[in-house]
Every structure is written in C-alpha cells, then in structure tokens.
C-alpha cells in the first residue's frame, strides 16, 4: 500500500511542472485578449494579392502633378 | 635611519600631490565648466525636474545657435493613445509634397541630405519589388504611366528590432506606440540602422546643416529638435504636433488625400474605419516585426 501510495505521489510530482505550466500560459492568454479587446484585428493581405491589386487599380485622381526634386544620389 | 627614511617617503609623497594638484584643479574646473549634456542620464529616468533643467538648456543653445526663439518639449504620450498610420497605395501620385514637408517640419538636415520618407516608383506590371523600385525617379509629371508608387518611413514597429539590439538603450517604444530615440544618449553604432529590416534609420554623418530661416521652432525632445553630428534619427510620427493632437506634416501636406493618421484605440476614428472595412497591406509581414503603418487600397 505504501508502494503505492509512493509511486502515485511520484507521478503527481512528475507531472506537476507540466500542470503549472499550462495554468500559467492559459492565464497569459486570457490576461493577452483582455487587453487586447480594444484593438482591432487587422484583415491583411498578402503580397500576391497586392500585386494582382496594384495591376488593376484605377487611381481616382485626374491631372498630374510636378513632383518635387529628388533626392540626391548620395543621400 | 629608519624614521629618516620614513620622512623622506611623506615628503616625496606631498611632493607628488603638489605637483599633481594644479591639473586636478584644472580638471575639476573644467569639468564644472562643462556642459551638463555630457553627465546627462538617460532620458527614461530622468526626474521631472531633471528634464525641466535639460529642455531649457536645450532651448537656450538653440535659440543661441538659430536666432529664434526655441520650444523645446517633453510631453509624454496620452494615455488611451496607440498610433497608427495607413496610405492608400492606388491614391498616391509620387510627388513627394510629404518628403519636403516631413524635412521642414523635423528639422532634417539640407546638405548632407536625410530624408526620413523615401517614395519608391514601382512597375504595375512587376508589383511591389523592392529591388526594381527607383527612389530617384525624376519626370516633369506624375503619375507616370505604368507606374505606382510607395511612400516608406519608420514603420512604428509593435515589435521593433531596432530597440532589441541598441547596447545603450537610446532607443525605445513609448506608450502611444512611437520608436524614440534619445539623441543625447545615442552613442552612433548604428546597429539600430543594421537591425531595421525597412532602411529607416538615418545616421548624421556629417554636422546636419538647416538654414536658419528654414529651422522649425517648436520641437520635441525625442522628436524633431536638431540632432547633432554621429546620431541615428527615424520618423517620430510627428511627436512633436501628434502628442499636441495635430496630424503629422506629411498627412497634412498630401494633395490626394492617401495619407490617414488616427488613434488605434478610439473606435471613432478613420483609421480604426480602414482597419475595420479595408484589407491591408504590411511591409515584410514575415518578420513578425507588426507594423503599424498599414498599405491599402481605396478604390
């Protein structure tokens, strides 16, 4: 009975940082999306789907513009 | 013979003093005489009064030095405030009216040259490739056919690699989400420039040169007060004007509109909308390095 009771006490040991541990990331991710609540998901996109964008984008803006000078060479 | 001896040794070691003495009075008064910039800590934690006493030395050696009346501020972020930034990519027309108004408004040196935004000109048909882009692109009219363009600056980075490898820590996030740098406390390693994947960083390799009727008065500490020779410096959002709750000069100068500026954490605000009804676009998503300066496409 002591045997036993000895080896259940050294299984409950072993697995006992494990058990920590998962309580303690558990915590920080609910601790994470408490904070974080108030700030927006972003919906990204990827940069294939940018280019595909950029090659049909029509830009809304009519006439040109001179454009200021560029920088020098060395900068 | 012995207490001889003895005597002999006090007086060789007065000897020694005396001799030494005038230039430790030198130093010492030297060092009094010095200016108090060089005993500075860093700013993070610096007292109040501290910083009172370093903002108006700095404001009277800059009065001094332009012949204007100098402000120099310390004000810290807002509470409830994370900036953020977007830009429409199919608005922008290149024509880099935010380039200038960034360099009047920060104080950005005119020879040798610093620009802290860089408008990239981009093939429609190759797409964002930053190997092909031409920073020095220069027709008598834009948009050129065939072409886009990308503004790039500091990317305010949520996690930024460029504050992980300063070894002096001049260099920091604040609370609203903007990476400072303390120009004092930069000692010039330039690991910062290294680490940042975006080339934002820029180094004061030369004494930075502003005419005195171009230099903006009304400055921030961490922000776009002039920086002095062997120093990293980077887009701040503007501190100056942002923590005054203006926009930053380059979304006010933009004649097409493709630049918004807002507060991430108020729900009310226009870049929260874009955030909310637009995909976005962030540079080198795979660096986990989490920009907050977001790319979209309005129309």
Sequence with gaps: MAKKNDESRRNFLKKLPFSIGSTVALAGLVFHEINSHNKPRVKSISKKEANELVKTMNSNIDGKLSPKPAPNKNA | ?299
């Design chain 2, 1 to 299: 013979m012995a207490d001889m001896q003895e005597n002999n040794k006090t007086k060789q070691s007065r000897r020694n003093f005396l001799k030494k003495a005038p230039v430790l009075a030198l130093g010492t008064i030297a060092m009094a005489g010095c200016n108090s910039e060089y005993f500075q800590q860093n700013f993070k934690i610096l007292s109040k009064e501290e910083k009172d006493k370093i903002v108006k030395n700095l404001e009277k050696k800059y009065s001094e030095k332009y012949g204007k009346k100098f402000s120099v501020s310390d004000k810290p972020a807002m509470d409830n405030t994370l900036f953020a930034y977007a830009l429409d990519i199919s608005r922008c027309v290149g024509c880099r009216r935010c380039v200038y108004a960034c360099v009047e408004e920060n104080n950005q040196s005119r020879d040798p040259q610093i620009h802290w935004i860089q408008v990239l000109q981009m093939n429609k048909e190759k797409g964002i490739d930053f190997h092909d882009a031409d920073v020095h692109y220069n027709p008598d009219q834009v948009p050129v056919e065939g072409h886009f363009y990308l503004p790039t600056q500091c990317q305010q980075c949520e996690n930024p690699p460029c504050i992980k490898v300063c070894p002096a820590k001049a260099t920091w996030k604040e609370p609203d989400g903007i990476v400072v740098v303390d120009y004092n406390w930069c000692i010039g390693c330039r690991y910062c420039m290294a680490a940042c994947p975006y080339g934002a960083r820029h180094f004061n390799w030369g004494e930075p040169s502003i005419p005195n009727e171009e230099v903006n008065p009304v400055t921030h500490y961490l922000g776009n007060r002039p920086r002095p020779k062997g120093v990293v410096e980077k887009c701040t959002f503007c501190v100056q004007r942002t923590r005054e709750g203006k926009y930053p000069a380059c979304v006010e100068i933009c004649p097409v509109g493709a630049r918004k500026f807002g507060n991430l954490l108020d729900p009310n605000s226009e870049i929260r909308y874009i955030m909310e009804n637009k995909r976005v676009l962030v540079l080198k998503e795979e660096l986990n390095t989490q920009p907050k300066f977001y790319y979209f496409f309005g129309v």
